[in-house]
Nanobody, 120 residues
Framework: QVQLVESGGGLVQPGGSLKLSCAASGSFFRLYAMAWYRQAPGKQRELVAGFIVGGSTAYADSVKGRFTVSGDNAKNTGYLQMNNLEPDDTAVYYC??????????????WGQGTQVTVSS
């Protein structure tokens, strides 16, 4: 099984930056993809950005040009760099990792979520 630990959330003023981390540990063969979702109060969870390990990236229109996803294969860790944050970015951010288990089966797991609050 894979466990995820998220970190990096917090309170930031509009226009500020935060960098979220999502570290994977446990028993698995390799990571396949990582995605970041967010859920604001009263709203559905939405996809923010994601990447395939060693491959392409994708972003929601609302964050293009402001957010960047990346990964460190050696550390089994993914990142979401968020710049020029806006109040509408306030939400709980979750990472979701798609991976291959040691038996070759593909599965996914969610992180615990980290709160991002953008406010003056």
């Amino acid at each position: 099984q894979v466990q995820l630990v998220e970190s990096g959330g917090g309170l930031v003023q509009p226009g500020g930056s935060l960098k979220l981390s999502c570290a994977a540990s446990g028993s698995f063969f390799r990571l396949y993809a990582m995605a970041w979702y967010r859920q604001a109060p009263g709203k559905q969870r939405e996809l923010v950005a994601g990447f395939i390990v060693g491959g392409s990236t994708a972003y929601a229109d609302s964050v293009k040009g402001r957010f960047t996803v990346s990964g460190d294969n050696a550390k089994n860790t993914g990142y979401l760099q968020m710049n020029n944050l806006e109040p509408d970015d306030t939400a709980v951010y979750y990472c979701n990792v798609d991976y291959y288990g040691v038996e070759g089966t593909r599965d996914h797991v969610w992180g615990q979520g980290t709160q991002v609050t953008v406010s003056s």
